[in-house]
């Protein structure tokens, strides 16, 4: 039995970073899924695919995974690059590419 540690990144209906410093401990599928033939559902019977268990600190998750016994890997989140662009560039006088409307 192994376990995934993560800190999710934020969806992309947030344009904040609430609830993003969060770490989740997810445990890996012991079986893969199938399709059911009746409905075409994906299923598993694997219970715990079902958990995920939040902590506020990556060194809580794994004070946890350590006190029960538990395989774990750890995924560190990847920091966004951010553009520093301006509106006012859109405009410039010799720019590469004129404007146009």
Do not use: C
């Amino acid at each position: 039995m192994s376990a995934r540690i993560y800190s999710p990144s934020k969806t992309a209906m947030q344009s904040g970073k609430a609830k993003t410093g969060r770490w989740v401990l997810e445990f890996d599928p012991e079986q893969p899924r199938r399709i059911d033939p009746l409905m075409g559902y994906t299923t598993s019977s694997d219970m715990k695919s079902q958990i995920r268990l939040f902590f506020d600190s990556r060194d809580a998750a794994i004070a946890y995974a350590r006190k029960h016994g538990l395989a774990f890997r750890v995924v560190e989140p990847k920091q966004p690059r951010r553009r520093q662009i301006s509106y006012s560039d859109n405009f410039k006088y010799d720019r590469k590419v004129p404007w146009t409307h």
